[in-house]
């Protein structure tokens, strides 16, 4: 008949089992996948578009203090990122998790477009995340030759900023990565 088992101090095997994950989210996911930032992840232009001209925040942070801008940064929709730019989203806002900006978000990426239209949009180059990195960092880290010219053009000062372990972006780049990058970042 059915299985008997007998515990040694602790019985949380035989605790209820929880709900399947997928089919309960709490109010913050549910928040979260029908607000900004899900359309801002996705790609979807119209869905942003639709709860912007509804009165959205576009600079309304989500509970780990990303905006729709840091989604759509990472996930190169250089259309929604236009979007938000226009609608008056803030290119130097930073995670609480982490303290990246959209550019970190973008550089890291590889989205050079998205890069510049953050730059023309008076984001701050300067600005360092919890590890001190810049933008610049992020990109060498990568090896993202583009986004390198773009942010040293921008801001050379960059070249020589060092991050918590005193490393400048130079120090970030690994060692089989195009060599016109060692060359822009000394």
Known sequence: ????HHHQGDSACCAQPSPTPSL????????????????ALSGDLAGVQKLLSSG???????????????????NGHK??????LQH?????LLT????ASP????????????VSQLLLAKADASLVDSDAKTALHKAAERGHVDICKVLVQAQPSLKTAEDNRGQTPLDC???????GLRQLLS
């Not at 008949?1 to 008997?4: Q, R």
């Not at 008056?88 to 130097?92: I, K, L, Y």
């Not at 780049?173 to 060599?179: A, C, I, L, Q, T």
Request: charge should be negative; include cysteine; aromatic fraction near 8%.
């Open 103 to 114: 550019l970190h978000r973008a550089a890291y990426g590889g989205h050079l477009e998205i």
């Open 79 to 84: 259309d929604i990122v236009s979007t938000l």
């Open 56 to 74: 959205c925040d576009v600079n309304t942070v989500d509970k780990s203090g990303y905006t729709a801008l840091h989604y759509a940064c990472r």
């Open 88 to 92: 008056g989203a803030n290119p130097n």
């Open 173 to 179: 780049m690994k060692d089989n990565f195009d060599p």
């Open 24 to 39: 309960t989210q709490t109010l913050d996911e549910l928040d979260w996948e029908r607000g900004i930032w899900n359309a």
């Open 1 to 4: 008949m059915g299985d008997t």
């Open 96 to 99: 609480r998790s982490g303290r």
